[in-house]
């Protein structure tokens, strides 16, 4: 597909971002939950850490200082992240509106677990146009960067990785992307890119295209 000039077969949006402001919301929530186990890490050191990665990468993170988090800490990050979003969540502006004029088949992949995507979907009102087409980190063996979670709901959705377009928000997302053979484009309008450059983040991770605003969807596509 070149850059998207041709119609994809497929479109996959990552949760995180790109369909729902939520970046700055669980990075907060793990920076203060960290802090509830002893381990240092502010809320911007969180966002170049892990913006779209999986909980496994925080695991690794820590394994890889020779710092193991507590047992505790997963169920309870979980539970904080829960319970945050459900007070404060919100849908990206004008992605109802995107999706709602879509013609080729669509989908989510996301490094966040099924109940946190599920219940992101829920409370900002868009779990309805999915019809169960949410494919999770859980799902395969490595999550972004690697490619295996895209390649995995292309082939679920019965698409060619050449003829598939990802939406992505996190260097890790663009990078998971290309390496399974497909466009991305990078987007930039979720509230944790107010005070870094997006643009030249996503487009040096190779992003085919990015854009700051849902109403610029398809312009100059």
């Not at 802090?35 to 394994?63: D, P, W």
């Amino acid at each position: 597909m070149d850059q998207g000039r041709s119609k994809p077969d497929l479109i996959i949006f990552d949760c995180d971002g790109v369909l729902v402001d939520s970046e700055l919301l669980s990075c907060r929530c793990l920076s203060e939950v960290l802090a509830e186990f002893g381990i240092v890490l502010s809320a911007e050191q969180a966002l170049e850490l892990f913006l779209g990665r999986s909980t496994k990468a925080i695991e690794q993170h820590y394994r890889d200082l020779g710092q193991a988090v507590p047992d505790g800490f997963l169920p309870r990050l979980k539970s904080h992240v829960l319970k945050t979003f459900e007070g404060s969540l919100q849908p990206i502006p004008g992605i109802a509106a995107v999706m709602s004029e879509l013609r080729a088949p669509f989908c989510v992949a996301s490094s966040s677990d099924i109940d946190r995507v599920s219940l992101s979907l829920d409370v900002t009102g868009l779990r309805g146009l999915f019809d169960g087409q949410i494919y999770t980190a859980q799902m395969v063996k490595h999550g972004k960067p690697a490619p295996d979670l895209f390649l995995y709901a292309a082939s679920k959705m019965g698409a060619q990785p050449a003829r598939t377009l990802v939406i992505e928000d996190s260097v890790s997302g663009v990078l998971a992307a290309k390496a399974a053979g497909m466009t991305v484009w990078g987007f930039v309008g979720g509230s944790h890119y107010r005070a870094r450059d997006g643009l030249a983040i996503l487009s040096a991770a190779g992003a085919d295209r990015v854009f700051a605003h849902m109403s610029d969807f398809w312009k100059e596509a």
